[in-house]
């Protein structure tokens, strides 16, 4: 029962990632955040500022260490942001750490030996760390959903003191999208224990710092509206300082003077320091009124043990259209940001902006191209937002309006909902005007492919939702009636991804154009949102909120929210991924088309690229109707263009899996042979025939030495293709013999694609054949984890589990994956078998998927589930070795693939040693 399902899993799985593994994707977006932040120190009143840091690169957060000897800080200068420390005179510069996870926040020990820090290393939340500063060993020290922020260690190092959001909601402000940040002040103990709260829930008091006694805590406080109210520096207001008793908790508030007063600290000589940001002042202020260094670029500031300096860091922030390399998580993704919503054209060589200009209180619509001055081609009073392209690269579209919830100009209360309209104009600047009317907010249009329709979204008095508009007659269809946003329309024509709200949350879904199939992509709280398809439509980008706040909303650059990290995943929800994982907010990302990319190689014309990706999309969905329907559009696509190689390539991977839904394997693998001998003729260059080839002779042919000769010459022809190298690993270990270079060739597959269940779970299939049951269990079991709707990682489960006899636990996930993959056959067979085991056990259970496999012969003979190996299996398994013989003749007979799998398939351990499966095995043709 394990190869044949493992193989047509496996090759489920592999059409999935192929489009992961092209050359590196580029995303553009606006990431707002400084564009510099640079370390200074001044004596405590301001004077003698000098600059600690170099310019160029983002440091911040520095604390004095209790010696005065050190200061530890946060940068980015290296990539990701990382904890270093450097002297007071500017010398010793070290780096602490360096992990790509985000790491901010330290707080040294009183003996200058650990440093506590804040980390998203588990699981990309913010939680606590500890560092050895001797060993360089980091140990987690809290864990949990929620956020914990600004440690700080007590004088007497029993106690750290931390602020947290774990256990809070994170509530909407009031007429808005972003978060509030409810947050309270916690203690516990380096060592991990102790932890409790010591602030009333249900606002927010955070930034603690300790009394020199080590017997209470300073923190400042507001309500939890007031988290948004001053989140940046444009609004007076008055917040409270206040002193907690560790032991009592009985909290006294601080006679101050007025203003939204953060991150206070308890000088040496008992006064009272603190961080001005209101519209009024900003700065370092202090008890007495006197003041420190100001400015409204000054944050973080931490004073020295005697009280007698104070270090900073001081931001500039400088938004360019011209895009500006960032680091990314993953080197396959390169990050860019620009200015606001950014759309790329369709070649991907220049690219369409909105940019504000405070000078003349306009929205500028830019045209953006390397090696080219910036042009503006619209200027307007209104605002600009969320430009498209369409398909020929000769128009743009966009929403125009005062939009107040997205105004740029300024931040007054207005009213949520204006009239706005999706305008028009072409790439050269000529032709503006206005597509849609009447008194609704309309934005955030998108073309469809075929450039004659619009969809967009619409909010007001004539309804809510979603909108097609047809731009012949401006005929509208209602699409969606509740509160949707951000339509994009999918490369391929077939979906629409957009964002619904549900409750306080914000969804993406997806779409027919019909208005058919609505989809549920993501279920998490908080906000996703921002979306972007990638080129070939297999991907969708998009900013979520999901991982929550890095740091108090207060303390991150103008609009911190956890709103802010870019996301890719699969156009089905699945394969999720995390590209950024820092402090700032990024969004509106659009994915760079790859004008030389693999999926437009050979081809001029764009009508035939569009057939070829609507038979990719086709192909993808693994059905027998969708794979012929796939064929129709290649067809199609080289009708266009005959010698578009591509197109043969998808033909014959089509074709070569017809036979696995019941199709006529004599009639349909030499049509995927001829098609992907001609895709090779075309271009000799691609590695996918080559596999295609290569699967073909083994499953179709047993021509084993041909098969693996096509899969070592497709991953001769592109090294870095994950997919050729884990199909290679996948023939090796089913045939056996070559363990350790099946494991070589799976291993490399994963490097090239880590964070792919399939390749992963490939990983764990090649363990089994190797019969390392516990090392699959452990690769298949963090797979099902991390992506719980992969039907693939269950699979693999219940044959490993098969392999140590555990058999309780393989019906589990063989019900698990019944239930993933919707696959009814498989599941009449688990069902059986379950019967079978809860009355005669292991035995029984094979017994009743013998005779569900031979039901399944009788009433859909088409079926890959009446398989005649898998019937011999079981009886191999039952000890009946006459009737396990005869079903494998039977096998034989048909042609069943499963019989590719003889070596290595542990179930037939049991009739291994009879002198007829040497027989059937010579017969096979099996490399010996």
Same mark, same amino acid.
Request: charged share 25%; with cysteine; net charge negative.
């Given at each position: 029962m394990i190869r044949p399902f493992r193989w047509l899993l496996f090759l489920v799985?592999?059409?999935?990632?192929?489009?992961?593994?092209?050359?590196?994707?580029?995303? !553009?977006?606006?990431?707002? %955040?400084? $564009?510099?932040?640079?370390?200074? @120190?001044?004596?405590?009143?301001?004077? /003698?500022?000098? *600059?600690?840091?170099?310019?160029?690169? !983002?440091?911040?957060?520095? %604390?004095? $260490?209790?010696?005065?000897?050190? @200061?530890?800080?946060?940068?980015?200068? /290296?990539?990701? *942001?990382?904890?270093?420390?450097?002297?007071?005179?500017?010398?010793?510069?070290?780096?602490?750490?360096?992990?790509?996870?985000?790491?901010?926040?330290?707080?040294?020990?009183?003996?200058?030996?650990?440093?506590?820090?804040?980390?998203?290393?588990?699981?990309?939340?913010?939680?606590?760390?500890?560092?050895?500063?001797?060993?360089?060993?980091?140990?987690?020290?809290?864990?949990?959903?929620?956020?914990?922020?600004?440690?700080?260690?007590?004088?007497?190092?029993?106690?750290?003191?931390?602020?947290?959001?774990?256990?809070?909601?994170?509530?909407?402000?009031?007429g808005r999208w972003e978060r509030l940040h409810l947050v309270d002040i916690y203690l516990i103990r380096p060592d991990g224990t102790g932890l409790r709260r010591i602030s009333a829930h249900g606002n927010f008091c955070g930034g603690p710092k300790w009394t020199r006694d080590s017997k209470s805590v300073i923190a400042y406080c507001m309500t939890a509206e007031e988290t948004w109210t001053y989140r940046g520096s444009d609004q007076d207001g008055d917040t409270q300082l206040v002193q907690i008793n560790v032991q009592t908790g009985m909290l006294k508030p601080l006679a101050v003077g007025p203003g939204v007063k953060m991150t206070p600290s308890m000088l040496a000589s008992g006064e009272l320091a603190y961080l001005r940001n209101d519209k009024s002042a900003h700065g370092v202020f202090y008890g007495t009124g006197k003041h420190g260094p100001t400015g409204s670029d000054l944050y973080s500031p931490s004073w020295s043990p005697d009280g007698t300096h104070v270090v900073y860091s001081r931001y500039n922030e400088t938004y360019t259209a011209e895009p500006v390399k960032l680091w990314s998580r993953n080197p396959n993704y390169e990050l860019s940001t620009t200015a606001l919503l950014p759309a790329y054209d369709p070649t991907g060589q220049r690219f369409a902006v909105m940019k504000p200009d405070q000078a003349t209180k306009t929205a500028k619509l830019l045209i953006v191209e390397e090696g080219k001055p910036t042009r503006t081609i619209l200027e307007r009073r209104e605002l600009i937002l969320g430009p498209q392209w369409s398909l020929d690269g000769q128009k743009i579209i966009f929403g125009i309006g005062d939009f107040p919830l997205f105004t740029v100009f300024d931040s007054e209360d207005q009213k949520p909902v204006a009239p706005a309209q999706v305008g028009m104009v072409n790439a050269d600047g000529s032709g503006f005007h206005v597509i849609t009317s009447g008194p609704n907010s309309n934005a955030f249009p998108s073309f469809a492919p075929d450039g004659k329709h619009i969809v967009y979204r619409t909010t007001g008095p004539d309804g809510t939702g979603l909108r097609i508009i047809k731009l012949d007659d401006h005929s509208i269809t209602v699409l969606t009636t509740d509160y949707d946003n951000f339509p994009v329309w999918s490369p391929r024509g077939d979906l629409i991804a957009f964002v619904r709200k549900i409750g306080d949350d914000f969804e993406i879904f997806t779409i027919r154009p019909d208005g058919k199939d609505v989809s549920q992509l993501t279920h998490t709280k908080g906000n996703d949102a921002h979306l972007g398809w990638s080129p070939d439509g297999e991907r969708i980008v998009f900013t979520s909120s999901r991982m929550g706040f890095k740091d108090e909303a207060l303390n991150g650059d103008t609009a911190a929210q956890p709103y802010g990290e870019i996301f890719v995943m699969r156009y089905d929800g699945t394969q999720v991924e995390q590209l950024t994982d820092n402090q700032w907010e990024d969004g509106g990302p659009s994915w760079q088309p790859h004008d030389q990319q693999a999926e437009k190689q050979g081809t001029q014309s764009p009508e035939a690229y569009q057939l070829y990706l609507k038979g990719r999309s086709y192909y993808d969905k693994r059905t027998l109707a969708d794979l012929e329907t796939a064929i129709t559009y290649f067809n199609q696509a080289i009708a266009k263009d005959p010698g578009y190689a591509l197109a043969y390539a998808g033909l014959a991977y089509s074709y070569g899996r017809l036979p696995d839904f019941g199709a006529s394997a004599s009639e349909n693998y030499p049509k995927s042979n001829a098609a992907a001998l001609k895709a090779i003729e075309l271009d000799p260059t691609l590695a996918r025939p080559h596999v295609t080839l290569g699967s073909n002779k083994m499953m179709y042919e047993w021509d084993f030495v041909g098969g693996l000769t096509e899969f070592r010459k497709a991953v001769e022809l592109d090294p870095t293709s994950a997919d050729a190298h884990e199909v290679y690993a996948e023939e090796l270990g089913l045939l056996g013999g070559r363990e350790q270079d099946a494991l070589a060739e799976a291993n490399r597959a994963h490097q090239l694609d880590e964070r792919s269940p399939a390749?992963?779970?490939?990983?764990?299939?090649?363990?089994?054949?190797?019969?390392?049951?516990?090392?699959?269990?452990?690769?298949?079991?963090?797979?099902?984890?991390?992506?719980?709707?992969?039907?693939?990682?269950?699979?693999?489960?219940?044959?490993?589990?098969?392999?140590?006899?555990?058999?309780?636990?393989?019906?589990?996930?063989?019900?698990?994956?019944?239930?993933?993959?919707?696959?009814?056959?498989?599941?009449?067979?688990?069902?059986?078998?379950?019967?079978?085991?809860?009355?005669?056990?292991?035995?029984?259970?094979?017994?009743?998927?013998?005779?569900?496999?031979?039901?399944?012969?009788?009433?859909?003979?088409?079926?890959?589930?009446?398989?005649?190996?898998?019937?011999?299996?079981?009886?191999?398994?039952l000890g009946d070795k006459d009737q396990a013989f005869q079903w494998f003749n039977t096998a034989f007979q048909e042609h069943d693939e499963g019989l590719v799998a003889l070596k290595t398939d542990f179930a037939l351990d049991s009739i291994r040693s009879d002198p007829r499966f040497a027989e059937l095995v010579r017969k096979v043709g099996l490399p010996q």
């Amino acid at each position: 029962m394990i190869r044949p399902f493992r193989w047509l899993l496996f090759l489920v799985a592999a059409t999935t990632i192929s489009s992961f593994c092209l050359a590196a994707d580029h995303i !553009l977006f606006l990431r707002i %955040a400084p $564009s510099e932040a640079r370390l200074f @120190i001044s004596n405590a009143d301001g004077s /003698g500022e000098r *600059a600690l840091t170099q310019s160029g690169a !983002l440091d911040y957060n520095p %604390a004095w $260490s209790s010696s005065g000897d050190w @200061i530890v800080f946060t940068s980015e200068r /290296g990539g990701s *942001a990382d904890l270093y420390r450097i002297h007071p005179d500017g010398t010793s510069l070290e780096r602490l750490t360096d992990d790509p996870a985000f790491d901010d926040q330290a707080s040294l020990s009183p003996d200058d030996k650990q440093v506590v820090f804040v980390s998203t290393r588990a699981a990309g939340r913010a939680n606590l760390w500890v560092l050895n500063l001797i060993t360089r060993k980091a140990r987690p020290l809290t864990s949990g959903d929620g956020g914990d922020f600004r440690p700080a260690w007590s004088p007497n190092g029993e106690w750290i003191a931390f602020s947290s959001d774990r256990g809070s909601s994170l509530p909407p402000a009031k007429g808005r999208w972003e978060r509030l940040h409810l947050v309270d002040i916690y203690l516990i103990r380096p060592d991990g224990t102790g932890l409790r709260r010591i602030s009333a829930h249900g606002n927010f008091c955070g930034g603690p710092k300790w009394t020199r006694d080590s017997k209470s805590v300073i923190a400042y406080c507001m309500t939890a509206e007031e988290t948004w109210t001053y989140r940046g520096s444009d609004q007076d207001g008055d917040t409270q300082l206040v002193q907690i008793n560790v032991q009592t908790g009985m909290l006294k508030p601080l006679a101050v003077g007025p203003g939204v007063k953060m991150t206070p600290s308890m000088l040496a000589s008992g006064e009272l320091a603190y961080l001005r940001n209101d519209k009024s002042a900003h700065g370092v202020f202090y008890g007495t009124g006197k003041h420190g260094p100001t400015g409204s670029d000054l944050y973080s500031p931490s004073w020295s043990p005697d009280g007698t300096h104070v270090v900073y860091s001081r931001y500039n922030e400088t938004y360019t259209a011209e895009p500006v390399k960032l680091w990314s998580r993953n080197p396959n993704y390169e990050l860019s940001t620009t200015a606001l919503l950014p759309a790329y054209d369709p070649t991907g060589q220049r690219f369409a902006v909105m940019k504000p200009d405070q000078a003349t209180k306009t929205a500028k619509l830019l045209i953006v191209e390397e090696g080219k001055p910036t042009r503006t081609i619209l200027e307007r009073r209104e605002l600009i937002l969320g430009p498209q392209w369409s398909l020929d690269g000769q128009k743009i579209i966009f929403g125009i309006g005062d939009f107040p919830l997205f105004t740029v100009f300024d931040s007054e209360d207005q009213k949520p909902v204006a009239p706005a309209q999706v305008g028009m104009v072409n790439a050269d600047g000529s032709g503006f005007h206005v597509i849609t009317s009447g008194p609704n907010s309309n934005a955030f249009p998108s073309f469809a492919p075929d450039g004659k329709h619009i969809v967009y979204r619409t909010t007001g008095p004539d309804g809510t939702g979603l909108r097609i508009i047809k731009l012949d007659d401006h005929s509208i269809t209602v699409l969606t009636t509740d509160y949707d946003n951000f339509p994009v329309w999918s490369p391929r024509g077939d979906l629409i991804a957009f964002v619904r709200k549900i409750g306080d949350d914000f969804e993406i879904f997806t779409i027919r154009p019909d208005g058919k199939d609505v989809s549920q992509l993501t279920h998490t709280k908080g906000n996703d949102a921002h979306l972007g398809w990638s080129p070939d439509g297999e991907r969708i980008v998009f900013t979520s909120s999901r991982m929550g706040f890095k740091d108090e909303a207060l303390n991150g650059d103008t609009a911190a929210q956890p709103y802010g990290e870019i996301f890719v995943m699969r156009y089905d929800g699945t394969q999720v991924e995390q590209l950024t994982d820092n402090q700032w907010e990024d969004g509106g990302p659009s994915w760079q088309p790859h004008d030389q990319q693999a999926e437009k190689q050979g081809t001029q014309s764009p009508e035939a690229y569009q057939l070829y990706l609507k038979g990719r999309s086709y192909y993808d969905k693994r059905t027998l109707a969708d794979l012929e329907t796939a064929i129709t559009y290649f067809n199609q696509a080289i009708a266009k263009d005959p010698g578009y190689a591509l197109a043969y390539a998808g033909l014959a991977y089509s074709y070569g899996r017809l036979p696995d839904f019941g199709a006529s394997a004599s009639e349909n693998y030499p049509k995927s042979n001829a098609a992907a001998l001609k895709a090779i003729e075309l271009d000799p260059t691609l590695a996918r025939p080559h596999v295609t080839l290569g699967s073909n002779k083994m499953m179709y042919e047993w021509d084993f030495v041909g098969g693996l000769t096509e899969f070592r010459k497709a991953v001769e022809l592109d090294p870095t293709s994950a997919d050729a190298h884990e199909v290679y690993a996948e023939e090796l270990g089913l045939l056996g013999g070559r363990e350790q270079d099946a494991l070589a060739e799976a291993n490399r597959a994963h490097q090239l694609d880590e964070r792919s269940p399939a390749v992963s779970v490939v990983l764990g299939n090649v363990h089994i054949d190797a019969r390392r049951f516990d090392e699959a269990i452990a690769i298949c079991e963090e797979v099902a984890s991390e992506n719980p709707t992969f039907a693939g990682a269950r699979y693999c489960l219940a044959i490993a589990y098969w392999g140590k006899k555990m058999y309780p636990q393989v019906i589990e996930e063989w019900k698990a994956y019944d239930q993933l993959s919707g696959d009814r056959d498989d599941s009449e067979i688990t069902s059986a078998m379950e019967q079978g085991f809860h009355s005669s056990g292991w035995k029984g259970a094979l017994s009743q998927s013998i005779e569900t496999l031979k039901t399944q012969r009788k009433t859909h003979p088409s079926s890959a589930y009446g398989s005649a190996y898998r019937i011999a299996e079981a009886y191999a398994g039952l000890g009946d070795k006459d009737q396990a013989f005869q079903w494998f003749n039977t096998a034989f007979q048909e042609h069943d693939e499963g019989l590719v799998a003889l070596k290595t398939d542990f179930a037939l351990d049991s009739i291994r040693s009879d002198p007829r499966f040497a027989e059937l095995v010579r017969k096979v043709g099996l490399p010996q």
